[in-house]
């Protein structure tokens, strides 16, 4: 005997082997078509019958069932709940073969919107009102399907569709998965075995892996865009009555950066005292005389936190007018908070001469890196028959900057740590600083990557004013009681370095406070800084009652919380591109490029040229700077990797202490 019964919402056959019991407590040891042994009660079966065999009466139904007209099935069925038998005699006839009836089971049990099911073998058909709704649902599921596999095809076929066009970012960077476009572009990725990212780059989706990753990055932090709206600028009443109180500073005041530099956030000036000594300027911009604590603004500056750096561009956390007005260019007196401090004749710094005033700051100059580094040095700056743009100030700042770098190095091997060497340490040393230029070359771009070794004089006075500027600040605030945002690091580990609201030592540095405060056009931590020291500035010893943070504020720790996250975010983002565009870099002139790395650790190496960090197992076992020539070669501009075969391996070579401008903590 046969049984037809239902397993897994699939209707099945097997053939007896043993029975047991009898009516409703009948149950039989049968074996399945696939061949599986199973036991079935009585309730379970639908069907029984003797001949024909299992095997042919199912292969029959399964034909039969297919070209079952389910409209006419419903009309057929009664309105009540009815059984398989019932309804196969309305459908084929009173002489109803077993195949038929097998055949109507299948087709019942795959039709949900026709039929309801009532229980094993039992079935309802569904109302009118459901069934229309439910046909209606699946046209539109067909036609999605329908379009489904058209948009596939042309996906395979390298051509991305053109009603897709709109959503292309969204598709790639935060797609719906539930919708037919997303499916049919992961049907064509699995068709062709390529990445979505690689098949939207092949069907001209996004232009390159550099939109892609550029894509991604603004997808995640920039979902609606990164320009700035045009609506939200400075109020020039509130300018204007912001700088009528400002005294006009007797400086002339200089900047010193590179020649990309567009927000001159910091400048420096030298003004001779009588008593031979000089008092030494350090001004900074100070858009925090205008933007307010909540204002638009500022929501705009703390949704964003940070100037975001990369390659060939950047994303500014201030609008470019604000840049434009507060930025400390030359030709003109521009706002500034500025610090300063008295030296004597041989450049020792006089502590108890610190001042901090607001105030408007002519500005003579904007000096850049590029026009005068290389005319700087110890025996120009000591020469007065030299002549070059502020050779009599920059001598004396550097005479300072020197001591004052000294000084520090005093706190560093108090604090457990090896002294910090200025200048030059090694030329054999992996630069760590670089200036990525991109350029369009008959249409095809192309990357110059030039490396800057830190550690020159002009570097040093910049970096060791800041650094003072940035001690003091945070040396008032502590002084004063007043909260901001400091940058400390302590002991070991992972959170070694942070941000904190509360005062703390830097011992990297050898610093006891160190609040970053030079760069408020770039770096919101530094506008927070900046509206405390203004109201220190105008105010006092009363700038707690009126600072817009006041002591244990728990607005300033989340500020602090997201400052460190966002911070660390844009940082990876950067490495990301610096990372995509030195393969480009090493790929721009063939598909494989001879370079010579030095082994770091754990097998993980950079190249000599240009900061690429890549894995290359067989230099793990040998020791810090081993030098080796390798070939770079199937570079993956998606996966920012490439293939790296060893040529040659040379000789260690020993890089000492970097100090603390070289690895960037000087900012």
């Not at 638009?296 to 990369?310: E, G, I, K, N, P």
């Not at 003072?468 to 600040?473: D, G, I, K, V």
């Amino acid at each position: 005997m046969n049984l037809l019964y239902e397993e897994g919402g699939d209707i099945k056959l097997a053939t007896v082997q043993a029975s047991s019991g009898s009516g409703d407590a009948e149950s039989w040891q049968a074996t399945s078509l696939s061949g599986k042994k199973i036991k079935l009660k009585a309730k379970e079966v639908w069907l029984r019958f003797e001949k024909p065999e299992a095997q042919a009466v199912m292969d029959e139904a399964t034909v039969l069932s297919k070209d079952i007209d389910l409209q006419l099935l419903w009309d057929c069925a009664p309105e009540e709940e009815f059984g398989l038998v019932d309804v196969s005699q309305e459908y084929f006839g009173e002489q109803a073969t077993i195949a038929q009836q097998v055949s109507l089971g299948i087709a019942l049990q795959g039709a949900p919107v026709f039929f309801r099911r009532k229980g094993r073998g039992r079935f309802q058909r569904a109302p009118l009102e459901q069934l229309q709704a439910g046909l209606a649902a699946l046209e539109r599921k067909q036609k999605e399907l329908e379009q489904q596999s058209a948009w596939q095809q042309e996906l395979v076929a390298g051509t991305f569709p053109a009603t897709l066009q709109s959503s292309a970012s969204q598709l790639l960077f935060s797609p719906d998965k539930n919708t037919a476009a997303y499916k049919a572009l992961m049907a064509a990725c699995t068709q062709t075995s390529e990445s979505p990212a690689q098949l939207m780059i092949r069907c001209g989706a996004i232009d390159s892996p550099l939109a892609y990753h550029q894509g991604m990055f603004l997808k995640a932090h920039f979902p609606n865009g990164a320009a700035h709206s045009q609506n939200i600028a400075i109020d020039q009443a509130n300018y204007a009555a912001a700088i009528a109180e400002l005294p006009l500073a007797d400086v002339k005041a200089f900047s010193i950066d590179d020649a990309g530099t567009t927000e001159i956030d910091d400048a420096l000036s030298v003004t001779e005292l009588v008593d031979g000594g000089h008092r030494i300027g350090i001004h900074i911009a100070a858009p925090g005389l205008v933007i307010a604590k909540d204002d638009s603004l500022d929501q705009v500056a703390r949704s964003r936190m940070s100037t975001v750096y990369f390659p060939g561009d950047k994303i500014t956390m201030l609008p470019d007018s604000v840049i434009e007005q507060f930025s400390l260019d030359e030709g003109d007196s521009r706002p500034a908070l500025s610090i300063y401090i008295d030296i004597d004749a041989q450049g020792v710094t006089n502590r108890d001469s610190l001042q901090m005033r607001a105030e408007m700051v002519p500005m003579a100059a904007n000096l850049r890196l590029e026009d005068i580094e290389h005319l700087v040095s110890e025996e120009s700056l000591a020469d007065e028959a030299t002549t070059y743009p502020y050779r009599n100030e920059l001598s004396i700042l550097w005479k300072a900057a020197q001591l004052l770098h000294a000084d520090r190095q005093e706190k560093r091997i108090a604090n457990g740590l090896r002294a910090e060497q200025l200048g030059l340490i090694d030329p054999n040393a992996l630069a760590r600083d670089f200036h990525f230029q991109i350029k369009d070359v008959k249409g095809v771009e192309r990357v110059e990557i030039v490396p800057r070794q830190r550690g020159s004089i002009l570097d040093t006075i910049v970096a060791e004013w800041m650094i003072f500027c940035n001690s003091a600040s945070g040396q008032l605030l502590a002084d004063h009681g007043l909260p901001g945002l400091f940058r400390t690091q302590k002991g070991w580990g992972p959170l070694r370095t942070r941000m904190q609201t509360t005062p703390g030592p830097h011992e990297g540095l050898g610093l006891d406070y160190y609040a970053w405060c030079t760069s408020p056009l770039r770096r919101y931590s530094d506008l927070v800084n900046q509206w405390q020291l203004i109201a220190l500035a105008k105010h006092g010893v009363t700038a707690k009652m009126v600072a817009p943070f006041p002591p244990r504020d728990a607005s300033l720790m989340g500020i602090a919380a997201d400052f460190e996250s966002c911070y660390q975010t844009y940082g990876e983002y950067q490495d990301r591109l610096e990372k995509y565009w030195c393969l480009r870099w090493a790929s721009q002139d063939g598909e494989s490029k001879n370079v010579h790395v030095r082994h770091l650790k754990e097998g993980m190496s950079r190249l000599e040229l240009v900061p690429l960090h890549l894995p290359i197992p067989e230099l793990a076992s040998h020791p810090r700077m081993t030098r080796a020539e390798v070939v770079l070669s199937d570079i993956d501009l998606l996966q920012l990797s490439a293939a790296v075969r060893v040529i040659e391996i040379e000789a260690k070579a020993e890089v000492p202490q970097v100090s603390a401008q070289e690895d960037g903590s000087a900012d």
